[in-house]
């Protein structure tokens, strides 16, 4: 199947920096990622849907100026956390879409922790 | 999207096959069943997808029910690795997925 990655796979900053995190496919042009929150012992939540040459369309209660999302090319989306709290430590998730089937494919994640 | 209900856990034999339910009883003709597992601290894996037909992969099979009201996902010879949390998602494909609670399935040797 196809693939895409990230990084850093894991991160750990201070409180109140900013922290960005890169999903690319590899193998495929992807007009369409999408990212992911998970915390402890919970399924992933939808954070935002990230289109290529357009904004970002965040699901509800998610901070679209704290959770910058950038997808200035086909196979790249990057996720910036702006001033990182402790609370914002979790596991971030990406995915893209597959145009040819439709079929989404993850990332293997990014472990951030704010201290 | 259509809601999905998963049992919680499941345990099975290595070497058996492992059935895991899925309910998904709003279902609406468009919509098709997607099956994803996680890893522990993995992002999470395609498995199978299917629409009314049954399906089957090199990974599993899908067997949906004729009203598609539900569906089980079958790993024929379950290993150790295969332990993982299973998600069944309902979707129109080409969307957002939705992930709910999953099924935590535990391969014991």
């Known amino acids: 199947g196809a693939v895409v990655s990230q990084h850093p796979s894991r991160v750990i900053c201070k409180s109140g920096t900013s922290v960005k995190i890169e999903c690319r496919s590899l193998?495929?042009?992807?007009?369409?990622m999408f990212w992911y929150r998970q915390f402890p012992k919970q399924s992933l939540m939808l954070m935002a849907t990230?289109?290529?040459?357009?904004?970002?369309?965040?699901e509800q209660g998610v901070e679209k100026d704290k959770f910058l999302i950038n997808h200035a090319s086909l196979t790249l989306s990057t996720l910036t956390v702006t001033s990182a709290h402790p609370e914002d430590s979790s596991f971030y998730i990406c995915s893209a879409r597959s145009p040819a089937s439709a079929e989404q494919y993850f990332g293997p994640g990014t472990r951030l922790t704010v201290t | 999207d259509a809601k999905t209900t998963q049992p919680t856990s499941m345990d099975c034999a290595e070497g058996r096959a492992a059935n895991l339910p899925c309910n998904h009883s709003t279902i609406s003709g468009n919509e098709y069943v997607y099956w994803y597992r996680q890893i522990h601290s993995q992002g999470p894996q395609y498995i199978i997808h299917?629409?009314?037909n049954n399906e089957t992969n090199e990974m599993a099979s899908l067997i949906i029910t004729e009203d598609r009201k539900s569906s089980t996902l079958i790993l024929p010879h379950a290993t150790l690795r295969d332990t993982a949390v299973y998600y069944c998602i309902v979707n129109k494909g080409a969307q957002k997925l939705v992930f709910g609670q999953g099924t935590r399935l535990t391969i014991n040797p």
């Open positions: 193998d495929f042009q992807a007009t369409t």
């Open positions: 990230s289109n290529e040459g357009s904004k970002a369309t965040y």
């Open positions: 299917g629409l009314k």
